[in-house]
Each structure stands twice: as C-alpha cells, then as structure tokens.
C-alpha cells in the first residue's frame, strides 16, 4: 500500500510559479513511477509529468519547458510549475505505480488568475 499527500496549490497570478509536492508513504520502495495528473470539472483526467525512478520524465506538450517533475530519494515527488496560464488552472493528482496498482492522491487545486 502507498499513501500519498499532495500540497502546495493555491492562487498564483499569471505567468507565476508554483512548486507542487507529493508526500509518499508506505511501501515507497515498491514505487515504480510517479506522476502529476490535472482534471478540470467536466473534463478527463490528464497526465501532466511522469518519472520513473531511474530519473526519466516525460512531459505532456502543454506543459514541456515549463514544468519540472523531480523525485528524492523517499519518493517524494515535486512538480514545478512556471509560466502559468489560466489553461493549467486545474485540481492536480500526485499518483504511484507500484507492484501494477495504481494509487493516486485527493489532489491540490491550482487557480491562476488576476
């Protein structure tokens, strides 16, 4: 089992930054990848980020050369987010690939306006 916490939402103006993070527990060391997901009422659920832990990341379109996904050593995952725009205004879900199970966090919400 993976628990996982997300933090670091809020309101930011446009062209802000903010630095997401998702507080791993449990069996962190059956993780094989994280990932940020975003939904937006009404819409699908989106990958945002994913990296496995070897490093690798991978970004969705929208998002490459503006956001950062970054994991430590606890699994501990970070998601920083610059250049917003009111496009990234969304719910943000931290999830885990362990074992094939999938967990996911109850998310953090990003509001980006003026």
């Known amino acids: 089992q993976v628990q996982l916490v997300e933090s670091g939402g809020g309101l930011v103006q446009p062209g802000g930054s903010l630095k997401l993070t998702c507080a791993a527990s449990g069996s962190i060391f059956s993780i094989n990848a994280m990932g940020w997901y975003r939904q937006d009422p009404g819409k699908e659920r989106e990958l945002v980020a994913r990296i496995l832990s070897s490093g690798r990341a991978e970004y969705a379109d929208s998002v490459k050369g503006r956001f950062t996904i970054s994991i430590d050593s606890t699994r501990n995952t970070y998601l920083r987010m610059n250049s917003l725009n009111a496009e990234d205004a969304a719910r943000y879900y931290c999830?885990?690939?362990?074992?094939?199970?999938?967990?996911w966090g109850k998310g953090t919400l990003v509001t980006v306006s003026s």
């Open positions: 999830n885990a690939e362990s074992g094939g199970m999938v967990y």
